[in-house]
């Protein structure tokens, strides 16, 4: 029977912390594939400041704005384009809530409950709408290919 919930692409990034340590990002790589989604793209990058400073605009007034993008410069990501049946709400569930300790108290099985460090370090970014900003650093290659997939999952809503 054809699922009833829409077909979505969803950006994840799993932060410096979590590729500088093999273990947790074979981990995190195992529960995106168990959890039935596609990677659609994949680029390892270290994120500039001007990118993380555009990624994170909404936040420049925040007290851990400085910190955030310190640690989000500070060494390899791995920028993932994953696709799956309602893909955006299914991969914040897995990540879990944003800061540690309730991801430790409330969800303990999601990945910022078993791999987050700190507020700051709370390893895996995610999307949270269906138009998300494209980070250059994904657009720069095949971005025409992106595009007709992100048109054509779209559509298919
Ligand atoms: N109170 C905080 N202290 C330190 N860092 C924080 C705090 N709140 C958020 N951050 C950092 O800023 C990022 C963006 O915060 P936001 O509130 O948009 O959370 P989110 O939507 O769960 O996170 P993300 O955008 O990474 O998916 C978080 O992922 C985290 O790294």
Known sequence: MKSKQPLQLTLAILKPHVVKSPFVLQKIRDLIID???KVVRSRRTIITPMEAESFYADHKE???YNRLMTFMCSGPSDIHILTAHDAIAKWRTLMGPT???QAQFHAPHTIRGMYGLSDTRNATHGSVASCFRLPRIIKT???HI??????????QK
């Open 62 to 64: 925040k007290f851990f």
């Open 99 to 101: 800061k540690v300790y």
């Open 146 to 155: 992106f595009q007709r997939i992100q048109h054509r999952t779209l559509v």
């Open 141 to 143: 290659r095949n971005s």
């Open 35 to 37: 959890e039935g989604f």
